[in-house]
């Protein structure tokens, strides 16, 4: 049976791989993929794209698109939330005042002030978004892909009452790293990790069936692996001080901590990472590519596999394929013993035809859970910071950053972000 599919935010990256992933998997035949973005070129340049790729492909796809969400959403199954908010440039000037007080972020997507600040911009947008869906398709799943992934999945349940699924690879990085180590192929390999979006933590690790995470960490310590342990840093030394392993980029976890990101690293270059910037002419060019795509470029790179796993997880919710073990952003309900029920956590879980199932974990390490204590609340407190504008209660949410040196640091950065960003933020003028 044909489908309804919105993407909120089309003009993003994810556009292309969920349609190339649309067009792959012959379930989809006679569905209708309706674009949505506000920006009025960024909806019309991915409109021609996702056009371009169909036409192309000589898929059934039907593709409606449209600035306002309210034209689609009647009768929409699944709503992709991928929005971001004043990007590039708000994050710009966000990371600029952060190192003006000594403070480095490489990715500023989820934690840090500016991935602080980044969610008081897309959180009042994504539940605005959840409450239209409650309103005009209440039947409808949500599958955020956009962040701070937790913190806006929270904001969409609490405040919408719907099912919201997160979707994040991130935590791959890691099991790439581990089959390089092994020598095998990332497919032959199981990792399980547990955790919030950005900074989760292995659990288990199975090459064939056979469960190999500690004696995998173990040979990592060898000398003559040196080189290699070298290749992540920030992961061997948060692994030395609380002995579990973290999982996912060097860049997101090291800014989960205030140990790395220091003037003393040079903001982290000396262990590897890299503060990323887009200028006006990166930006520019990125808006040239995808207008020589729109038009009469090759695409072909753009019909391949995505590597982002919604369709498939959304073939799984319909019963179009088998149950799909996958990593997923879900509210905890118990699965982990020493976390609250509320809280959305990173998982493994199991996708079956009408709903996902987390995975039972039981209790964390008690330094693993503190480190995770500290990051729901701070989300629970950024949730409410931003619907309400209140600026008491975004300084309380930024003192929980481990990042923030002082009170007068955070005030000063808070005060300087809310001016940077008033455009965004009208609930705090």
Not at 92 to 109: F, L
């Amino acid at each position: 049976m044909p489908l309804n599919i919105t993407i909120i935010g089309a003009g993003s990256r994810f556009s292309f791989g969920i349609t190339a992933d649309l067009i792959r998997d012959e379930h989809f035949t006679g569905s209708t993929l309706a674009l949505v973005d506000p920006d009025e070129r960024a909806l019309d340049t991915s409109t021609r794209i996702v056009n371009r790729m169909v036409a192309e492909s000589g898929a059934d796809l039907n593709v409606i698109s449209s600035r306002y969400r309210d034209e689609v959403l009647p009768n929409t199954d699944y709503v992709l939330n991928s929005i971001a908010v004043g990007e590039p440039f708000a994050r710009e000037r966000d990371v600029a005042i952060g190192e003006e007080h000594g403070i480095y972020q490489p990715t500023s997507q989820t934690v840090g002030p500016a991935g602080y600040c980044r969610g008081l911009r897309v959180i009042p947008h994504a539940v605005e978004i959840a409450k239209d869906v409650a309103e005009t398709c209440p039947n409808a799943t949500i599958i955020d892909l956009a962040n701070p992934l937790a913190a806006v999945c929270r904001s969409m349940i609490r405040e919408s009452g719907l099912p919201v699924v997160g979707l994040c690879e991130q935590w791959a990085v890691t099991k790439r790293f581990f089959a390089k180590a092994l020598d095998v192929d990332e497919q032959e390999l199981e990792l399980n990790s547990v955790g919030t979006n950005h900074l989760t933590w292995a659990i288990g690790l199975e090459h064939n069936g056979k469960e190999i995470l500690e004696e995998t960490i173990e040979d990592l310590h060898r000398p003559e692996r040196k080189d290699l342990l070298g290749e992540v840093p920030v992961s061997a030394r948060i692994y030395k001080a609380f002995g579990v392993w973290p999982t996912g980029t060097e860049e997101h976890i090291a800014e989960f901590f205030n140990y790395f990101l220091t003037p003393e690293t040079n903001g982290g270059a000396d262990l590897g990472m890299r503060i990323r910037h887009t200028s006006e002419e990166q930006w520019d060019a990125r808006w040239e590519e995808r207008e020589s795509w729109a038009s009469d470029a090759p695409i072909d790179h753009l019909l391949g596999p995505s590597g982002e796993n919604a369709v498939e997880i959304i073939a799984a919710l319909e019963g179009y394929r088998d149950p799909l073990d996958e990593m997923v952003n879900i509210p905890n309900n118990g699965l982990i013993d020493n976390l609250p029920h509320e809280a959305i956590i990173e998982l493994p879980g199991r996708v079956v035809k009408g709903g996902v199932e987390g995975i039972s974990i039981g209790p964390l390490p008690m330094a693993v859970r503190e480190i995770l204590s500290r990051r729901v609340t701070q989300q629970e407190i950024q949730i409410d910071a931003a619907l309400s504008g209140d600026r008491d209660l975004a300084l309380r949410g930024l003192l929980f950053d481990d990042q923030i040196t002082s009170l007068e640091v955070a005030e000063q950065i808070l005060d300087a972000s809310l001016k940077a960003n008033e455009k965004y933020l009208p609930r705090f003028l």
